[in-house]
């Protein structure tokens, strides 16, 4: 198993991480989230710092805002190197 994929798994393993790529669907600011997941604007900013330092989201700045969307070709990279290991 490499590194890549361990590191992988440790992001993705975290509850909170998984429901926010879910929101990730479309595009959203951490304000959003927040709400959204009823956690701390703190809390939610923190895991979107490790998904995007992940790669797993994207982050792209709008005005005043940043808005977030979820990385769909790396997950699915991700995945499939993690199925094939695994199978």
Known sequence: MTKEMINFT?????PTRLRI???????????????????????VSHHLRVLR?????????????VVYKSNVEVIKRDLEKLTNYLI
């Open 53 to 65: 330092e992940a790669h797993l989201i994207s982050a792209k700045k709008q005005g005043k805002r």
């Open 21 to 43: 790529i879910n929101h990730l669907k479309k595009d959203c600011c951490v304000g959003d989230l927040w709400e959204k997941l009823n956690l701390p604007q703190n809390l």
């Open 10 to 14: 440790k992001v993705i393993g975290e």
